[in-house]
């Protein structure tokens, strides 16, 4: 071969390099869209959903129970202390109680004769809330409890969204105290009274979301295996509901990831990554007609992030993650899917990431977790390169954050957030004003330095 011949196939074989690393990168950047900016003025927000799970809470407990429940003078206003007391431990604000907090009482209206099925369940469900880690006695001692209450759901005006708890949590008790007679018979109520619950009226328009996000987890909307309830949803013809779409969707993403492994590509089998595709393909197939049927929903486009990141098809995480925030703004593991989609690791970049906790800073929502996201960045970074922050003078940006955390007085987790203020300081070897910090906050200067010193050492 002569030297032309030589240098033209290195440079055919040069090229077809670059086309495929091209075509590689693409994959992932999708540079064609641009970005929406962070919609910082949006409602949309999770104190309004846990409004919104107030009013469904107090619709199908206590406005039920008044309107014909078992009710007595002997025990009328317990009860309904009782059911709101329920309902605030099952709410998702930073400072809700604890079940311990209603075991007691919720017993001393039973014991006054009450044998209304809602109060007979909330104090089953303490009973399992509030039992010792590797102990039973709790599971057992809830079971008489939650029978009663199943049978009395049957017979009562109680919507399913509500009653099929009791059901569910009483196959709990029976697995967990090894009882196997009428294990089966329970689950399958409470798959029945699952399914019911998306069309006997329960949930309202909007309130989709309440059952997706907050009410049930994936493995928890129905404690036998998804699947299960799936099926059951196609039988009873109910797979184009926005619920049921979003639930068929996950399914498909923790099959493909099962299929493919939580390890590097590299590792991969050609197996893994052919079930991997075509369970993306699948739930793209799934999650996009959902979300063009509610784009004000956020559930749908927050899987497709998940999705985008491994089906160029999909189009940009970017784009879903625009998406998701325009439905609901503070809706964090959409932040969490999104950053992982620009991580170094994910043919993302340091610099994209810091950019990213730049503009969540500057939302200035400092009522939501937004801002925050700068912290997050900051840490994820640190664990990359140690060395990035220092070159990117990121302190002064921390302490606006910081301080504009310092003026809020109803966020959770605040005192930690302070501690991480000091902490910075710290970090950045401004020990000065860390103390000035401590100060500033009330705090007491020995210890919480002390602790603050950790802290910075260690996030």
């Known amino acids: 071969m002569t030297n032309t011949w030589k240098w033209a196939a290195l440079i055919y074989v040069a090229l077809i390099g670059l086309l495929l690393q091209i075509g590689f990168t693409d994959r992932r950047h999708r540079d064609d869209y641009t970005p929406v900016p962070l919609p910082a003025q949006s409602r949309n927000t999770e104190q309004s959903l846990q409004d919104a799970i107030v009013a469904m809470n107090h619709r199908t407990t206590l406005a039920v129970y008044e309107q014909s429940g078992k009710c007595s003078p002997a025990w009328n206003a317990a009860a309904r202390e009782v059911i709101e007391a329920f309902n605030r431990v099952n709410s998702e604000f930073p400072d809700h109680p604890a079940f311990s907090s209603i075991l007691d009482p919720a017993r001393a209206v039973i014991d006054k004769g009450c044998h209304d099925p809602l109060l007979l369940y909330i104090y089953g469900k303490a009973l399992f809330e509030t039992q010792n880690f590797g102990a039973t006695q709790n599971y057992q001692a809830a079971i008489p409890y939650l029978r009663e209450a199943m049978d009395g759901f049957a017979a009562s005006k109680y919507p399913k969204i509500l009653t099929r708890h009791a059901p569910d949590l009483l196959a709990q008790c029976l697995e967990k105290t090894g009882q196997q007679d009428g294990l089966s018979k329970t689950r399958q109520q409470?798959?029945?009274?699952?399914?019911?619950?998306?069309?006997?009226?329960?949930?309202?328009?909007?309130?989709?979301?309440?059952?997706?996000?907050?009410?049930?987890?994936?493995?928890?909307?129905?404690?036998?295996?998804?699947?299960?309830?799936?099926?059951?949803?196609?039988?009873?013809?109910?797979?184009?509901?926005?619920?049921?779409?979003?639930?068929?969707?996950?399914?498909?993403?923790?099959?493909?990831?099962?299929?493919?492994?939580?390890?590097?590509?590299?590792?991969?089998?050609?197996?893994?990554?052919?079930?991997?595709?075509?369970?993306?393909?699948?739930?793209?197939?799934?999650?996009?007609?959902?979300?063009?049927?509610?784009?004000?929903?956020?559930?749908?486009?927050?899987?497709?992030?998940?999705?985008?990141?491994?089906?160029?098809?999909?189009?940009?995480?970017?784009?879903?993650?625009?998406?998701?925030?325009?439905?609901?703004?503070?809706?964090?593991?959409?932040?969490?899917?999104?950053?992982?989609?620009?991580?170094?690791?994910?043919?993302?970049?340091?610099?994209?990431?810091?950019?990213?906790?730049?503009?969540?800073?500057?939302?200035?929502?400092?009522?939501?977790?937004?801002?925050?996201?700068?912290?997050?960045?900051?840490?994820?970074?640190?664990?990359?390169?140690?060395?990035?922050?220092?070159?990117?003078?990121?302190?002064?940006?921390?302490?606006?954050?910081?301080?504009?955390?310092?003026?809020?007085?109803?966020?959770?987790h605040l005192d930690w957030k302070r501690y991480l203020h000091v902490a910075a300081g710290w970090r950045y070897r401004d020990e000065l004003g860390a103390k000035d910090i401590i100060l500033a906050y009330g705090m007491k200067v020995d210890a919480d330095y002390q602790q603050a010193q950790s802290a910075g050492d260690t996030h």
């Open 190 to 412: 409470a798959l029945a009274w699952t399914v019911d619950a998306l069309t006997d009226g329960s949930i309202k328009p909007g309130e989709e979301p309440i059952i997706l996000d907050t009410q049930e987890s994936l493995d928890q909307i129905y404690s036998a295996p998804l699947p299960e309830l799936l099926d059951a949803l196609k039988a009873r013809k109910l797979e184009t509901l926005y619920v049921s779409r979003v639930l068929e969707g996950r399914y498909h993403i923790s099959m493909g990831w099962e299929a493919r492994g939580h390890v590097s590509a590299k590792q991969v089998t050609p197996n893994g990554w052919k079930i991997y595709h075509k369970n993306m393909a699948e739930a793209e197939a799934i999650l996009v007609p959902a979300w063009k049927a509610h784009p004000e929903f956020y559930e749908a486009p927050e899987e497709m992030i998940t999705v985008a990141m491994g089906r160029r098809e999909a189009g940009s995480t970017r784009m879903w993650f625009d998406r998701t925030v325009a439905a609901r703004f503070d809706e964090m593991s959409a932040y969490d899917a999104y950053a992982k989609s620009i991580n170094p690791y994910w043919y993302g970049s340091c610099d994209a990431m810091y950019k990213f906790g730049l503009e969540c800073l500057r939302t200035n929502r400092f009522d939501t977790q937004v801002p925050f996201y700068l912290w997050i960045m900051h840490d994820s970074i640190r664990d990359i390169d140690h060395q990035a922050w220092s070159r990117l003078n990121v302190y002064p940006q921390l302490k606006v954050m910081f301080s504009g955390y310092a003026k809020q007085h109803v966020i959770g």
